[in-house]
């Protein structure tokens, strides 16, 4: 027998409770993709424009395929290229497409959180003074003023970059109990406290109310531009951590009898709970810049999307009282949200290839770390640092993403035609029943207007271009990183798996599953019989 076949992998970790899993999948949606990327996005798409398309996303798309990871991660019990794999052998390089693309959001996911450390540092004294546009752009990133890949290295990311992917690795060789689930059942309760504070005082301001009625009021001319209804698709994906294989890895944790359905409900309303919130706390901050510099909303110079959460709340934290305190509050519960969040990524890529060689948690860890570090610290932790960011932040989401939900929801439902099983083994553990909708959803519908979305956004991307950056810096990064996903994919379908269980899975059958649960709501009713107080004549008091 060859070594390639030799390996056995450890008993595979689960969540210890319900609980676990949902508030880890709760710290993944909930994050910087609220703070950080929905309000940029929602501001570079017309403000309440992108909201209709947003809603639309979320119920033709976002519900679906999130209830599809579920299904397919619990399962399958496996990563994404395994999962796939178990459901058909073809469909394995979906699984490290997505792996791929979770790769290259860990590179620049963990730049964002190094921003939010040192902003925390800044915080002392408020160093941002009255100017916080030109100090995070000027300053503290010192960015290039022509697009480009550089390697002038700016030390103060650069420290804290070095920081949080240590701490990453640190906490990822702990594995899932210990390390994942315990820093979720922190952070969160945090930062949602915290920024529900920051969110009151800043509809307080002058002008907050402006920035917000920006925000709810449609501009139905925006609705024609299909890189609008792209960009909202792309942010549900990333928000929702669906698509790339976060929710499909946390589902195949979950213990074989959960109520998979329910639990998606609760952090789909969860997330965009959370994320109304941002937008109404970021377009305050907006409308109450706009109003001390005299302007209109739009005509604020020197806010981008990406970066937008860095330069409207330092300024909206130095008017509030208390402001050092509330800045330390915000930028460290910054800090551990968008931590858990990476965790969450970093997850994807590890289980995967623990599935792939049998590797022990620190061992995936470490290498995982290093390779996805050495990249994030040339390309992020450098003057070009920004504008890179950007375009590979749009290109991923948008066509890797976007692309990744398309393929998975062809193959599923009308290559290997798995829906109908996939729906069952959901009903015979969910307390909510999915019927013939979601059947119809995530064979038709959804896999229709992703395709029509995915298609004009590309074009759009060809014929004008992304951002206003030249035509060669977005073939460079942009294409190259799609392009790149693609070889990676075909590339690890290649590689055998090293284990010799993996032949040997066989999942379980509904009707075997529904029997489980029977059996567990017999077994707690008795439990509650037996131990109910009795009187001394024989009957219950």
């Known amino acids: 027998m060859t070594s390639e076949a030799t390996t056995t992998a450890p008993e595979r970790e689960t969540w210890g409770k319900r609980s676990a899993f949902i508030i880890a999948a709760i710290s993944s949606a909930i994050g910087l993709g609220n703070i950080w990327r929905f309000p940029g996005v929602a501001y570079e798409n017309g403000g309440g424009a992108f909201l209709i398309p947003y809603l639309v996303a979320f119920l033709t798309a976002g519900l679906p395929i999130l209830f599809l990871d579920y299904a ?4 399958y019990r496996a990563a994404p290229p395994l999962a796939f794999k178990r ?64 390697f002038e290295f700016v030390p103060a990311v650069l420290v804290t970059l070095l920081i949080v992917w240590i701490a990453a690795i640190i906490v990822m060789s702990l594995g899932l109990r210990r390390g994942l689930d315990r820093a979720n059942r922190i952070t969160l309760p945090l930062l949602v406290i915290v920024f529900t504070i920051i969110v009151i005082y800043a509809m307080t301001l002058p002008g907050a109310w402006d920035g917000i009625n920006q925000f709810f009021a449609p501009n139905f001319p925006a609705l024609a531009d299909p890189a609008v209804w792209l960009a909202a698709y792309g942010h549900i994906f990333f928000s929702f951590s669906i698509a790339f294989g976060i929710m499909l890895t946390y589902s195949s944790y979950m213990k074989r009898r959960s109520d998979l359905a329910g639990s998606g409900l609760v952090v789909a309303f969860a997330n965009c709970g ?17 109003f001390t510099q005299g302007v209109h ?10 970066a937008l959460a860095f330069m409207t709340f330092p300024t909206l934290l130095s008017e509030m009282p208390g402001g050092t305190v509330m800045a330390l509050l915000f930028f460290g519960s910054l800090v551990l949200a968008g931590f858990t969040s990476l965790l969450s990524i ?18 995936v860890a470490i290498v995982v770390g290093l390779a996805a570090g050495i990249p994030s610290v040339l390309l992020f932790g450098t003057t070009s640092g920004l504008n890179v960011l950007d375009v590979l932040d749009a290109f991923v989401n948008n066509i890797g993403v976007t692309g990744s939900a398309v393929a998975m929801l062809v193959l599923v439902a009308w290559v290997f035609r798995a829906v109908p099983g996939l729906r069952a083994h959901l009903n015979a553990l969910s307390s909510l029943k999915l019927g013939p909708v979601w059947t119809i959803a995530v064979s038709v519908v959804t896999p229709v207007i992703l395709a029509v979305i995915l298609v004009r956004g590309v074009e759009t991307y060809i014929v004008d271009g992304y951002g206003g950056f030249p035509t060669w810096f977005i073939s460079v990064i942009g294409w190259g990183a799609i392009a790149l996903l ?14 010799r269980d993996i032949d040997s899975f066989v999942p379980d059958e509904p009707e075997h599953l529904e029997t489980q649960m029977n059996e567990l709501v017999a077994e707690a009713r008795d439990a509650r019989e037996a131990t109910a107080p009795r009187s001394t004549s024989g009957g219950t008091r």
């Open 346 to 363: 970093y997850q994807v890529v590890t289980g995967s290839l623990q599935d792939k060689t049998g590797w022990s948690n620190r061992r």
């Open 297 to 306: 909303i739009d005509d604020l110079e020197g806010i981008s999307g990406v």
């Open 486 to 499: 693609a070889v990676f994919s075909f590339a690890m379908s290649y590689r055998r798996y090293r284990r």
């Open 87 to 150: 459901l058909n052998r073809k469909a394995e390089p979906l699984g490290w497409w997505q792996v791929g693309v979770s790769f290259l959001i860990l590179t620049y996911y963990a730049v964002i959180i190094a921003w939010a450390l040192g902003f925390v540092w800044f915080s002392f004294g408020r160093q941002w003074g009255d100017d916080a546009v030109g100090f995070f752009t000027g300053e503290y990133l010192q960015l290039a003023s022509e697009p480009g890949v550089t």
């Open 72 to 75: 397919i991660g619990h399962k």
């Open 274 to 290: 959370f994320e109304m919130l941002a937008g109404i706390g970021v377009f305050a901050a907006l409308g109450f810049l706009a």
